[in-house]
């Protein structure tokens, strides 16, 4: 996907201002071996843009002045009430540096999973992103999560996730959080067992004789 940018000389609040009102949005690009360079976009492209996943998190390529840029977009300020961008982050990437990113979860089969056909199951997207590591050229715009065998009873769990060739997951240690989970409709919940009664409190013992 591409970027169309303009390096700006005016910085600050006003020129920011006055940027907006011309219908163009003040960004940044950092990172790489330049320096970090304020732009200009225009907006409405831009805005039609992010609406779309894959600008999120897929590597762009981004027209500065005319000369030629890879980028990934880092953040988007957007206004408090109006569907306006404020202001815009991209960090250039290098085809041999490893970058930290994440990218969204699409779901496929669950309307022919067990637990769909068999149990008339709910199926519940605990997580729908993952952070990963990898590099650029090996950027997926998205992981695939396959539910066709998913079953009542065994929710999917990140470990389940079958990750692209020279695509690294990152998670703490130990960690194996569940990404799916299925809702049987009406199944009764379990009641907790009952708690042992009270052993009866023992005699009281004879007053001793004086």
């Not at 194996?176 to 009281?204: K, L, N, S």
Request: aromatic share 4%; proline share 9%.
């Amino acid at each position: 996907m591409k970027v169309v940018a303009k390096t700006r000389s005016e910085q600050g609040s006003g020129a920011s201002r006055r940027l907006r009102r011309a219908g163009l949005v003040p960004g940044i690009v950092y990172g790489g071996k330049g320096a970090a360079t304020p732009v200009s976009i225009e907006h409405n492209p831009l805005y039609h843009a992010l609406r779309v996943e894959a600008f999120h998190s897929s590597i762009l390529d981004m027209e500065l002045d005319g000369a030629r840029e890879r980028v990934l977009l880092r953040d988007v300020q957007w206004h408090a009430y109006k569907p306006q961008v404020m202001h815009i982050d991209f960090q250039r990437v290098a085809a041999d540096e490893k970058i930290t990113v994440k990218v969204p979860l699409h779901f496929v089969n669950q309307e022919v999973s067990p637990a769909v056909k068999l149990t008339a199951g709910i199926i519940g997207h605990v997580v729908n992103e993952v952070e990963i590591s990898c590099l650029p050229d090996d950027l997926p715009s998205f992981i695939e999560v396959d539910l066709a065998n998913l079953e009542a009873g065994k929710p999917v769990h990140f470990s389940d996730i079958v990750f692209p060739k020279g695509v690294t997951p990152l998670t703490h240690a130990g960690d194996d959080p569940v990404i799916v989970t299925v809702t049987i409709p009406g199944a009764a919940e379990e009641e907790p067992a009952p708690a042992p009664a009270a052993a009866p409190a023992a005699a009281a013992a004879p007053a001793a004789k004086k």
